[in-house]
């Protein structure tokens, strides 16, 4: 069974950093692709970045040279660098899996099969 565990999340004033992993068990595809999303009250699910098994990544506008989308296949782990934190990246943040062996790097939440249960990150201003 596949299954995705996320940590990392915490408490950080603006302009402050964080680096959040999520662990993956359960299978062995040598294609995939991986994503990062989250969820503040109020509003819907956002993808904020992205990366297949071929290093290729994809991030919203809204991160873009803040946060780094990344991966280490020998520990399982897919992480995601968040520096310059803002008010506005508050949120509850999900990794998903897309474990279609044809599948394209995406920010939809449509293609993803698997998720996490997710960890808080607060930004204070």
């Known amino acids: 069974q596949v299954q995705l565990v996320e940590s990392g999340g915490g408490a950080v004033q603006s302009g402050g950093s964080l680096r959040l992993s999520c662990v993956v068990s359960?299978?062995?595809?040598?294609?995939?692709?991986m994503g990062w999303f989250r969820e503040a009250p109020g509003k819907e699910r956002e993808g904020v970045a992205a990366?297949?098994?071929?290093?290729?990544?994809s991030y919203a506008d809204s991160v873009k040279g803040r946060f780094t989308i990344s991966q280490d296949n020998a520990k399982n782990t897919l992480y995601l660098q968040m520096n310059s934190l803002k008010p506005e990246d508050t949120a509850m943040y999900y990794c998903?899996?897309?474990?279609?062996?044809?599948?394209?790097?995406?920010?939809?939440?449509?293609?993803?099969?698997?998720w996490g249960q997710g960890t808080q990150v607060t930004v204070s201003s």
């Open positions: 998903a899996a897309d474990l279609d062996p044809y599948c394209t790097v995406s920010l939809r939440t449509d293609p993803y099969n698997y």
């Open positions: 359960g299978y062995t595809y040598s294609s995939y692709c």
């Open positions: 990366i297949d098994s071929d290093g290729s990544t």
